[in-house]
T-cell receptor, first 112, second 114 residues
Framework: QKEVEQNSGPLSVPEGAIASLNCTYS??????FFWYRQYSGKSPELIMF????GDKEDGRFTAQLNKASQYVSLLIRDSQPSDSATYLC????????????FGQGTRLTINP | ETGVTQSPTHLIKTRGQQVTLRCSSQ?????VSWYQQALGQGPQFIFQ???????GRGNFPPRFSGLQFPNYSSELNVNALELDDSALYLC?????????????FGAGTRLSVL
């Protein structure tokens, strides 16, 4: 079992719709959760982080965390073509300490 | 722009050679982590440096080594290069003393081993 699992996609969403990206993790001791966006040929860019169960909203982005189910998700509202990228879920063992464990990423395409 | 700079941007080496990659951390950050990202995969943790000492290591052989300098910049050295070492090498900067200690990535160095 992989430590962090994501559906590799591709996930295709029409412009203006909600894109939903999911991630599960195996280590119940994980405390910090991150979503990075990576455009082709570029480095990962942090877009959201969450530490507590529930929802966290930032603009068009909402991160959701359920530690009991070991599940993290990212919702992108009013999807734009510029949101087309690979989204990486990363999990940390404690609040930011030491390594991040990444999923393989979900490739998202927003269709105009 | 994260303020994390890496050099060089691209590098071509042949099998068996040695390579050194460099990273300057963001102002105010004292921790540097290195990751290897193969094509189509997520980044894999190589190691982390804090206060000039290795502070955690992933599943990479000893021919992957590093340094951190007093100004918190860092180097990643890879000896006896293998074809599978071809990847994007990412440096991430963070502040271990900050509550959230979020890691910010540089633009990466793309290494090709022929």
């Amino acid at each position: 079992q992989k430590e962090v699992e994501q559906n590799s996609g591709p996930l295709s969403v029409p412009e203006g719709a909600i894109a939903s990206l999911n991630c599960t993790y195996s280590d119940r001791g994980s405390q910090s959760f991150f979503w990075y966006r990576q455009y082709s040929g570029k480095s990962p860019e942090l877009i959201m982080f969450i530490y507590s169960n529930g929802d966290k909203e930032d603009g068009r982005f909402t991160a959701q965390l359920n530690k009991a189910s070991q599940y993290v998700s990212l919702l992108i509202r009013d999807s734009q073509p510029s949101d087309s990228a690979t989204y990486l879920c990363a999990v940390g063992p404690r609040q930011g300490a030491q390594k991040l464990v990444f999923g393989q990423g979900t490739r998202l395409t927003i269709n105009p | 722009e994260t303020g994390v700079t890496q050099s060089p941007t691209h590098l071509i080496k042949t099998r068996g050679q040695q390579v050194t990659l460099r990273c300057s951390s963001q102002s105010g950050h004292n921790t540097v982590s290195w990751y290897q990202q193969a094509l189509g995969q997520g980044p894999q943790f190589i190691f982390q440096y804090y206060r000039e000492e290795e502070n955690g290591r992933g599943n990479f052989p000893p021919r992957f080594s590093g340094l951190q300098f007093p100004n918190y910049s860092s180097e990643l050295n890879v000896n006896a290069l293998e074809l599978d070492d071809s990847a994007l090498y990412l440096c991430a900067s963070s502040s271990r003393d900050a509550a959230k200690n979020i890691q910010y990535f540089g633009a990466g160095t793309r290494l090709s081993v022929l």
